[in-house]
C-alpha cells in the first residue's frame, strides 16, 4: 500500500518538476524537489531527467552534466535517456568533441545507445557541415539493426539539404517512398522549407499539392513556409491567397503568419495595410513569441511610432516576454531614422551593461545611421574603435565613403575586408574601382596599389564561396590600366 503511495507522489513530483521545468522557474524547481526529499517523497531518475534537460537547455551542459554527481550521490544510475539529453544538450551548442565524449562514457557504463542516440549525434555533425562524418552514423544504425524512427530519415533528409545537397535528398526521399517509407506531414515541411530557402519556390509549391494528395492536411508551419517564400520570390498576390487560405482553415490562431504578412506589406511600402494588420494583432489579444514582438517594433520604428515600441517593450517585459539584442537593434534604428543620436548612443550602453553576448548588429545599425545621416567621421571613429567587425560594418562604410567620394579610404577598407576572407557586396567593389579610376590618382599609384588588388582578388578566388574567374581579374587587370614593368 505505502509503495503504491510512494510511486503516486513520485509521478506527482515529476508532474511538478516537468511543469516548472517548462517555465524555466529552476530556482522553484529545486525548492519543490527538497520539499519532496523533506516530506518522504524520493526522486527517482525521471525527476533527474527532466532536470538535465532545463539545465542542458536554459543554463548550458556544464550545469547539465553537474546532475550526475546528485544522481550518484542520491544512489540513482543514469540511463539512456539521461545521455540522450546530455548529448542533445552539446549538440545544441554544437559541442562535437563533447557529444562524442559522452557516447564514450555512456558505452563505458555498459549503456546502450538508442535510435534517439545515433539521431541526435547524425543531428550534430549535419549542424557542424560534416555530411560525410553524419552518414557514417547512419550506416552504423543499419549495421547495428537498430530500429530505423521516421525521425532519423527526417534529420537524414534534412541534414543533406542544409549542407547543399538538396538533390540528394530529393532523390533519398523518392527512394524511401519506393521502398515504403510512409512520409510524415513533418518530411513534407522539412522539404518544403528547404526548397523555398534555396529559391525553389516552384518545386515548394509541387510538394505542398503532393503532400495534400497524400491524404495529409497542411499545418501552420507548412503554410507559413511557402507564404514567406512567395513574399520572398515577389509572388504577393500568390502569398496573400495562401495567407486567406489558411484562415479560412482557421490555421491564423497566432501572430506569426499576421506579422509575416505586415513585415512584408512593410517593405513594399503599404504602411496602411501593415497598420490593419498590426492592430488586429494587438485587439486580439495574440500571445506574442519574439519574432513576433520584433515584427511590431519593426513596424512602429519604421514609421516614427517610438512612443508606441518603447510601450509595447514596456507591457511585454512586464508579462514576462524578455527582449533580445534584435529588439534594441531595431530600436536604436529607429532612434537613429529620427536623428536622436545621443539616445541611440545611450541605448548601446545600456546594452553593453545588460551584458548582451553581441552587440555587432546594433552597433551596424549605429554606424549606418550616422552615415545616412551625413555623420561620416563620427561613423569612422566608431569603426575604428570596433573589436570585432563583420562584412556588413564594412560595406556599410565602404559604400557611404564612396557616396562621399572619399575613395581612397573606401579602396583602404575594401582590401582590409577582403584580406581578412569576409564577403563585401560586388557592387561596392566595383565602386571604389570605378571612384579610384575616375579620382585622377597617378599611373604610379595606381599601378602599385591595384596591383595589391589584384592580389586579394586571386587569394579570394581560392575561396569557392567568393570564386571569381581568372578572365575577370584580367579584364579588371586590363581595364584599370595595370602594367607591371
Not at 8 to 22: F, P, Q, Y
Not at 270 to 288: H, P, Q, R, S, V
Request: charged content about 25%.
Amino acid at each position: 500500500m505505502w509503495s503504491i503511495k510512494d510511486k503516486l507522489s513520485t509521478r506527482l513530483l515529476n508532474i511538478c518538476v516537468a511543469s516548472l521545468c517548462k517555465t524555466k522557474q529552476l530556482e522553484k524547481t529545486e525548492a519543490v524537489i527538497v520539499d519532496g526529499i523533506r516530506i518522504g517523497v524520493q526522486p527517482d531518475v525521471v525527476t533527474y531527467n527532466t532536470l538535465i534537460t532545463a539545465y542542458c537547455r536554459f543554463i548550458g551542459i556544464d550545469a547539465g552534466y553537474s546532475i550526475l554527481y546528485r544522481m550518484k550521490e542520491a544512489g540513482i544510475n543514469p540511463d539512456v535517456i539521461t545521455y540522450n539529453s546530455l548529448i542533445a544538450g552539446a549538440t545544441r551548442y554544437c559541442m562535437l568533441s563533447r557529444c562524442l565524449d559522452l557516447f564514450e562514457e555512456m558505452l563505458e557504463m555498459s549503456i546502450l545507445p538508442d535510435i534517439w542516440s545515433y539521431n541526435t549525434l547524425m543531428h550534430c555533425f549535419f549542424k557542424l557541415r560534416k555530411p560525410d562524418e553524419a552518414y557514417r552514423v547512419f550506416q552504423d544504425i543499419l549495421l547495428k539493426d537498430i530500429s530505423v524512427h521516421p525521425a532519423t530519415f527526417n534529420i537524414l533528409i534534412n541534414g543533406l539539404c542544409m549542407n547543399g545537397y538538396t538533390e540528394n535528398a530529393l532523390m533519398l526521399f523518392r527512394s524511401l517512398k519506393r521502398h515504403g517509407f510512409i512520409p510524415q506531414l513533418a518530411t513534407y515541411n522539412i522539404l518544403i522549407h528547404r526548397l523555398c530557402k534555396s529559391g525553389r519556390g516552384k518545386a515548394a509549391r509541387e510538394f505542398l499539392n503532393e503532400l495534400i494528395e497524400s491524404g495529409y492536411i497542411p499545418n501552420a508551419i507548412t503554410y507559413t513556409t511557402v507564404m514567406k517564400c512567395c513574399f520572398r520570390c515577389r509572388q504577393f498576390e500568390e502569398g496573400l491567397r495562401i495567407f486567406v487560405e489558411m484562415r479560412r482553415k482557421g490555421y491564423t490562431y497566432d501572430a506569426f503568419a499576421y506579422c509575416t504578412v505586415a513585415s512584408m506589406l512593410l517593405k513594399t511600402g503599404k504602411m496602411n495595410e501593415a497598420n490593419e494588420y498590426l492592430g488586429y494583432i494587438i485587439t486580439n489579444g495574440f500571445d506574442l513569441d519574439l519574432v513576433s514582438f520584433n515584427t511590431i517594433v519593426n513596424l512602429y520604428c519604421k514609421e516614427g511610432q517610438l512612443d508606441n515600441a518603447y510601450k509595447l517593450l514596456y507591457e511585454a517585459e512586464k508579462k514576462g516576454l524578455e527582449s533580445d539584442k534584435y529588439t534594441h537593434s531595431i530600436l536604436i534604428d529607429g532612434l537613429c531614422r529620427t536623428g536622436n543620436f545621443k539616445e541611440a548612443q545611450q541605448h548601446l550602453d545600456y546594452m553593453r551593461m545588460m551584458g548582451f553576448d553581441s552587440n555587432l548588429v546594433a552597433l551596424n545599425s549605429f554606424i549606418n545611421g550616422l552615415c545616412k545621416a551625413g555623420h561620416l567621421d563620427h561613423a569612422l571613429r566608431m569603426f575604428e574603435s570596433l573589436d570585432a567587425k563583420d562584412s556588413i560594418t564594412y560595406s556599410t562604410m565602404v559604400h557611404s565613403l564612396c557616396k562621399a567620394r572619399r575613395f581612397y579610404a573606401a579602396s583602404k577598407l575594401l582590401l582590409s575586408c577582403i584580406r581578412g576572407g569576409m564577403r563585401i557586396l560586388k557592387s561596392d567593389k566595383r565602386s571604389v574601382i570605378d571612384g579610384l579610376h575616375c579620382s585622377g590618382f597617378s599611373q604610379e599609384a595606381r599601378k602599385s596599389y591595384y596591383v595589391e588588388v589584384k592580389a586579394c582578388f586571386i587569394t579570394d578566388a581560392k575561396q569557392p564561396a567568393n570564386l571569381r574567374s581568372e578572365s575577370e581579374i584580367i579584364q579588371l587587370s586590363c581595364w584599370l590600366n595595370i602594367n607591371q614593368r
